[in-house]
Every structure is written in C-alpha cells, then in structure tokens.
C-alpha cells in the first residue's frame, strides 16, 4: 500500500452528492496538506463547466478527452490563490457512470502533471524534501467504489502507485494556526537591458530576487528562535547572527511594491514540527505578494490600461487580502479584491471556484493599503537598500497595526521593539 489520505468525511459527503445531471462525468480539486507520514484532505470542489461543455457532456458516446485540460488547470490555479499558507491542491477527483470507470484514467494523469506544470511556474518557491506525489480519486455515480492511486509529479514517467483513503470525522477542526503581519518595502531596480522586458516580467524577476532572503531568513515564533527539529510546542531557543547582503547596480527604473502583508498558514495538530510551521508561513509570505502582483497585471490587461514605459512614475493599488471562515472548520480561505470591487464579487466567486456559499458579513479584510509604485525616471545608481522616495509615495497612512518591519538591506528585524539581527520574522500561532 502507498500512501494514505485522512479525508474530513465532509468531504466524502460532498463528493457522494454529486449528481452528474445527464452528464457523462464530473470532475474537481482535492485540497488540503502533505506530511511525510500521510495527507491530509479538508476540502473538494467541482470544476465548473464551461457553458459548451453542458451539452456535450451529455452525450452518451461521451469521450475522456472531452475533459478540457487547460480550463481544469485554470481553475486549479484561481484556487491556490485562495489557499492560505500550508495547503496546497493535492490532486484531482473524477465521478463518473459505471461504464466510464476506465476511460479516463491516462487523461487525469495528464491533467495531474499538467496542474503541477502551470502552478510551479507562478511559485516563488521550489519544492526541497516534501512528498512529491499528487492524488487522483475515482468514484463511480452508481455503485460509489473508489479508486485511489497517486503519481510523483517530479517523475512524468512514474506509474501509478494505490493508495489508502480514509474518512475521519472533525479532521478540520484540528489545525494550528500561523499568523503574522509583514510590513514590506521592495525595491526592484531595473537595469537598462531589463526595460525592454514586460513590467510584469521585471517584477516577477525581482521577487525571485526578494524570495531568497525571505527563504533563507530566520522566523521568531512568539518572539523566539526555535530549532527546526524541534516540536513546535516545545521548540528550545536557537542563537544566530545570520545577516544579509546588499548589492549596488546601475538602472534606468524601479518598482517598489510597500505595505502590510497579513499572512496566514495552517498545519495539521499531530506532532507539529517548528519547521513545518516556519516553511507554511514562508509559502504564505511568497504566494501573497506574487499573488496580489499578478492580479494587478491582469486588471491592468483586462482594463487595457498599457504599460507605459516612457512615464516618470505611476501609482497602483494592490488588491486587498480577504479571509473567508467555511463553516465547520477552523480553516480559513482568502480571495483578493481592490479597492472599489463590491464584496458581493468575493461570494460570487467563491461559488463558482469553491462551490461553497458564504456570507458577506464573515468576510475579514486584511490589509487597508498596499501599493505597488513604479518609475521609469533615470537613476544613475541605485541599491536594494535604497528603497525609493518616501515623499514621492502617496499620501496615505499606513495600517497602523504593524508588528514587524523588514529592511532589506542588512536584514534588521524589530518586533515587538526587540532587535534581532537576522533576516527574520516573528510570527504567533494560535491552536484551537
């Protein structure tokens, strides 16, 4: 036997509801985390149908590549945003009639590989020493036998290896939750090569930049540095001195990106590891800041607001982090909005990429301000220390509720007016 899956039984009571409606199949998206010992899944969602695809799925010849790939992949991608630090999409669930049992198995290997193709792509960060297989579960409409079997996503010829699926009952009730607020300031100096890229591609070449102190920074939990070995409850203290450098280079531009990051992550309360609670919060901290710059490029897209490269400086807001409590578990959701967007568009869309239902009133915005500004004026030096013109930002207050503040240029934390000199953050976690 491969791996096993502790699933909420929630989630088995949603999947055993799923009525194909004259369709042939309905497929979906298996949410949740991965631990060296097992999986945990809190969560499935159905991939919404394209409204051509209504009538084709219900033809009774019905072929297995009428599963459209790239609009499953999309939609697996529109989720991640919407998953707090520690989850991840864990695979792919199919119900189909009984007379399709077989036919869609090579399609949903594709579509695995295919997912974790397009998702690493947008990561700021790369898989170390975490599990590398990814689920996909089978259930017939009819006689609702299950087929579960997993494939390594680092190997595309792996074969299928069976795997345990195990209902239990109040599994998303038991988390630990990670939080902390960042208060980030990121200068992207932009050489006199690199203007001839897209904005879009200058700034994702930045964070990349920007993801490595953040990776190879030093996390205080309540205020104190823990080993990574240890139990997250009862992690000894650990003393470093570890400090960043600077670099110094000629450009002809920059984008800063400068406000409050509230960051969330959670992790399964078995015998939590200090680095599993460091490395949950890290993913956080990465996904949001790409995540809210790549909405923001496709507002400006949708908007057909060009890119313009000859301007001396522009000003943007960033979208807004909204979490979103789904009830019956101590998980919670996010989703971006800006500014002007009503929150009716928030519920709406988890809807449709969520299928769940939610109330406006339980929508917890995060952050107040966050703003992304870019120049294109001649600078003839420019450093990562050199964070940009404070008076040329706009004249707006930051959230006043800010715990820490990380300064690029040697890696200076204070939190809580405690000084430590290392590239770190201190976060809290809270257990229910």
């Not at 579960?148 to 009952?169: G, V």
């Not at 939080?179 to 100096?189: D, E, L, M, S, Y």
């Not at 203290?237 to 450009?251: E, F, K």
């Amino acid at each position: 036997m491969g791996r096993t899956y502790i699933v909420e039984e929630a989630v088995g009571q949603y999947l055993s509801n799923i009525n194909l409606q004259g369709k042939a199949f309905v497929s979906g998206l298996l949410i949740g985390q991965c631990s060296s010992q097992k999986d945990y899944v809190i969560l499935a969602t159905r991939t919404p149908p394209k409204e051509e695809q209504n009538e084709s799925l219900s033809h009774p010849k019905v072929k297995s590549d009428i599963l459209d790939e790239e609009w499953a992949t999309e939609h697996a991608n529109q989720v991640s945003r919407m998953l707090p630090g520690g989850l991840l999409v864990l695979g792919v669930f199919i119900v189909t009639t009984l007379e399709l049992a077989s036919d869609f198995q090579n399609v949903l290997r594709r579509l695995v590989f295919a997912i974790e193709k397009s998702m690493s792509k947008k990561r700021l960060w790369s898989f170390t020493e975490e599990v590398s297989e990814r689920v996909i579960l089978h259930i017939c409409s009819s006689t609702k036998k299950i087929l579960c079997r997993t494939y390594d996503i680092h190997d595309p010829k792996s074969s299928a290896r069976p795997a345990e699926w195990k209902y239990q009952n109040g599994l998303s009730t038991s988390w630990i939750s990670l939080q902390c607020t960042v208060h980030i300031n990121i200068h992207i100096p932009l050489s006199s090569t690199s203007v001839n890229y897209t904005l879009e591609k200058n700034t994702k070449n930045g964070l990349v930049r920007w993801a490595k102190q953040i990776e190879n920074g030093i996390f205080l939990i309540n205020g104190q540095a823990k080993d990574e070995n240890c139990d997250l409850l009862e992690g000894q203290l650990l003393n470093s001195d570890h400090r960043c450098t600077a670099t110094v280079q000629i450009c002809s531009g920059s984008v800063n990106l400068k406000g409050a990051v509230k960051c969330r992550a959670y992790i399964h309360s078995s015998k939590p590891k200090v680095k599993d609670a460091v490395q949950a919060i890290k993913r956080d901290i990465l996904n949001t800041v790409a995540d809210r710059c790549e909405i923001l490029f496709e507002d400006l897209l949708l908007n057909e607001i060009p890119e313009k490269k000859d301007l001396k400086k522009e000003f943007h807001s960033l979208p807004h982090r909204v979490f979103v409590p789904i009830p019956g578990s101590t998980v919670m959701l996010c989703d971006y909005k800006f500014g002007d967007e009503p929150a009716e568009e928030i519920t709406n869309h988890f809807i449709e990429m969520l299928d769940k239902i939610i109330q406006i009133e339980d929508l917890e915005i995060a952050e107040e301000i966050s703003t992304a500004y870019m120049s294109s004026s001649m600078d003839s030096e420019a450093s990562l220390d050199n964070t940009g013109d404070d008076d040329a930002q706009p004249k707006q207050p930051i959230k006043a509720t800010i715990i820490l503040k990380i300064q690029q240029n040697i890696g200076v934390i204070t939190a809580f007016a405690v000084a430590v000199l290392a590239a770190g953050i201190s976060f809290h976690y809270f257990s229910d």
